[in-house]
Every structure is written in structure tokens, then in C-alpha cells.
């Protein structure tokens, strides 16, 4: 399947490279970050990415480049996720009213004007388990109830990244809106218990480097994203220290899938053999990421990137069954 998308806020591009993986083509990629737009261009052949802030884009801007970018009356899809800090739980401080949430409803708003001009095929919306607490309630159901509104048939799915055969425990919020047909087939994840550890995605690997100021790519042999911050802190004398549960400290294990992949200011996880924090490069292949793929810019802008990153399988598993529904329909 050939369908063109629109992605919004791809980053470093987790979805677009699960959808391309199945056949989807990405025809205009947007970010507000220029690091991911980088990283973006980098990866994909072709690629399409531009740095936007959508805000101040704002709809009819986004229209005027979807015009530059697609036929009209085409079927597309669209597909992103919209920045999650605002409804994560790991934010002890968020409110409803927090100015990121207007993103959400940024999104569902282009959808809505988008419709009127385009034959757009299905939507996919990521998100934080977060989105669905009670204080955020009322965004959620409007986003919900805008979808049912547009005449597209919605499910709701929490899924796992691991179950998808990623080497990591990452929960998330899959929106999926498909344009109704007379006969419409419900969207399905069953069966899914394929689980990875973290020793069979990254065992074996040399030392990454050290940061230090004016470090160039080329002066990281391995792998361009395999660096980290040096251990400078006295826990790593003392490895006991490590707790699972210590957002700033907490240490994998080689036998089990690693916990989320959503770090903060300095709670990269401590690799398992406790010596020192995971490498950049080492997060990308918890994530599913190919071992070829390189983040662009800089260490803080790398965490960032790979911390927002819908895993690609579980990307390509959701791509894979929409797919299904909308040949069978």
C-alpha cells in the first residue's frame, strides 16, 4: 500500500519508519525541533521534513503546504503525536491548563479543516497513559468525540511496545480513526506477547565515549550515537545504590525488557552492568530502532529525540493493521 501521509510532530521519525516499513509513503514530515527535522532527513530517502512551530503556523498556513504537498481529494493518512509532557505522569506539576495540551486540540483542529479539502483515509494519534486521567478528561473526550464527529470509525488501544517485539516496557495511547465504509472491518492487537530483553538487543557492544565539549561525531568510532556522560557521581562507586524505582538512578537488567525509554535531565538508566549510564545508540536499539539509524544534533537535543520516539515495530504492527482493515472494508 502506497497511501501518503502527513506526519505531525515525527521527531526523530519512530512512526514514519514503522508506516514506510509496510509500504506507507511519508509526503510531508513536520517538527518544531530542527535536530529531528535533521535526523528526519537523514534517515529517509526523499524525505520531506520541515521545521514548523504549528502554533504559529497555524491551520490555514498548514493547509497552504498540504496543497503544495498533495492532491486534492487524495486519500492520505495522518498520522503523530503530539507533545506528552504536558499529560505525562512522570509530571508531578501537570495541569489541564498546561499551554502543551493546546497541541492535542491543535491536531484534532487541522484534522477537522484538513477533511474539507482532503479524502483523508484514517488518522493515528499517540499518546501518554496520562492523556485519559481524570484531570485531563475533558481533552481527551473532546479529541474522542471531534473524531466520532468526523465521521470516522475510532479505537481507543493501550498498547505495549513490548509486545511487539521491543526490548522495552512502554506504554502508550493509540488513537486510530478510520474513515467509516458500509462494511467496516474493528481494528485488533490480539496475540501479541513477542518479548525482548535487554541483553539481546544490546550485549556485545563496545564502550561508548565520554561526552566532552567540542566532541565531533567522527570522533565516535563505533556508532555517531554511541556516547553518553561520563559517571562522575559517587552511586556508580556504589552500585547498591542503584534502585529500580530512582527516576535519576535506576539500573536495567540484561533479562528483562528495560523500563520506558523517557528520559529527564540527567535520568538516562544506568546501564546493567552499573559502570555508567546507556548510551545514546544503545537507547535507539531499546527502542527497535535499526542499527543503522543516527540522531542527529546535540547530546541533550539526542535525548530528547529518542525519548519521544514511538518505537518503529510497534509503529509498524499499528501500520500493518490498518492496512488490514482498509483492505478488507
Known sequence: MSLNLLSLFCGAGGLDLGFTNQGFNVNLAIDLSQAAIDTHRANFYGSNAQTHDLLELGIPGLLALCKENFDIDEPIGIIGGPPCQGFSRGNIGSSKDDPRNQLALFYIQAISALKKTFNIEFIVFENVLGIRDKKHQDIYNEIIDSLNNLSFEVSENELNAANFGVPQIR???????????????????????????????????????????????????????????????????????????????????????????????????????????????????????????????????????????????????????????????
Open 171 to 329: 506504554k502508550r495511547i493509540i488513537i486510530i480513526a478510520i474513515k467509516k465504509r458500509e462494511s467496516s472491518n474493528k481494528i485488533s492487537f490480539s496475540n501479541l506477547t513477542t518479548h525482548k530483553t535487554v541483553k539481546e538487543a544490546i550485549s556485545g557492544l563496545p564502550e561508548p565515549i565520554f561526552y566532552e565539549k567540542g566532541i565531533l561525531p567522527s570522533d565516535i568510532p563505533y556508532h555517531p550515537n554511541h556516547w553518553t556522560m561520563k559517571p562522575k557521581s559517587k552511586k556508580f562507586l556504589d552500585t547498591a545504590s542503584f534502585h529500580n524505582k530512582n527516576r535519576s538512578f535506576r539500573a536495567i537488567s540484561w533479562d528483562k525488557p528495560s523500563p520506558t525509554v523517557a528520559y529527564g535531565n540527567r535520568e538516562i538508566h544506568v546501564h546493567p552492568d552499573k559502570k555508567r549510564r546507556l548510551s545514546i545508540h544503545e537507547s535507539l536499539l531499546l527502542q527497535g530502532f535499526p542499527k543503522d539509524f543516527v540522531l542527529s544534533g546535540t547530546l541533550s537535543q539526542q535525548v530528547t529525540q529518542v525519548s519521544n520516539a514511538v518505537p518503529p515495530p510497534m509503529a509498524e504492527g499499528i501500520a500493518k493493521e490498518i492496512k488490514r482493515v482498509i483492505r478488507r472494508a
